[in-house]
Structure formats: structure tokens, C-alpha cells
């Protein structure tokens, strides 16, 4: 065997594993309490990002689909959110977003952002920013 073939092999097995690792991460997450299918568009952004999202406490962390790592990639903190607005899927998003999807406009402190979720996350997601201790 040449030192290409055991390098090509070697570089085959690293992928394979590499995307085992991401369809377990994102099988174990779903699987999680609390845990939502939720495509993220930052403001900035012209694609929109698909993840998890899980609801913790005062705290919606949202975690990037592709990726191995354990830590959030963006956290809403329940007292700086602000739903701006709920809208249908629009035509040019029909490609990218499943057309029974609830996209809410939101302002996360000084950010404004938009996230797609089911018509049951929606109402969850409702419910967990109005379930916060009232402002002193």
C-alpha cells in the first residue's frame, strides 16, 4: 500500500467521523427538554442559520446545526427581548424555510433579529418571554 492510499483512507475516516459526531450532537439536542427546531436571521444576514434552540431558565440558547461544539452560539436573554413583530414565510423564503413557519421579528438589546419557528414553538416561545417577573 502507498503512503497516498493510507493518507486518503486516513483523511475518509476523519470525515466520517467528524460527521458522526455533528449528527449525534444534533440527534442528542432535539432530544433534550425544552429543545426547538429554530432557523436564526441576524439582521446583517442575508441566509438564514438553522439550529436548536433550548429554553433554560431566563435564557434561550440557541446552538448552531452543523458544529461540534457544546456551548451556545447565541443566548437571548429573556429580560433584553423584544418581539417586534410575527409574519408568514414570504415567497423568497419558501426555498429556505418551511412554509408553515411563524417568523418573529425580535430586537435582542440593541440587535434586531428574526427567528422562524413551528406554530407550537411560536406559542411557547410567547409564553416563556411573558412568564418573567414583573419589572420593579
Do not use: K
Request: hydrophobic residues 50%.
Amino acid at each position: 500500500m502507498h503512503i497516498v492510499d493510507v493518507i486518503v483512507v486516513c483523511a475518509a475516516v476523519v470525515v466520517l467521523v467528524v460527521c458522526a459526531l455533528v449528527l449525534a450532537r444534533q440527534r442528542f439536542m432535539l432530544r433534550a427538554a425544552g429543545a426547538i427546531p429554530v432557523a436564526l436571521l441576524p439582521a446583517a444576514a442575508v441566509r438564514w442559520q438553522y439550529g436548536v434552540a433550548r429554553f433554560a431558565g431566563g435564557e434561550l440558547r440557541w446552538y448552531r446545526s452543523l458544529g461540534v461544539g457544546t456551548r451556545p452560539n447565541r443566548v437571548l436573554q429573556r429580560r433584553d427581548v423584544t418581539v417586534l413583530g410575527r409574519r408568514s414565510v414570504l415567497q423568497s423564503e419558501q426555498q429556505s424555510l418551511p412554509s408553515t413557519a411563524v417568523v418573529v421579528q425580535c430586537r435582542d438589546g440593541g440587535a434586531e433579529l428574526s427567528l422562524a419557528l413551528g406554530e407550537s414553538a411560536y406559542t411557547g416561545f410567547v409564553s416563556w418571554l411573558e412568564s418573567s417577573a414583573p419589572m420593579a
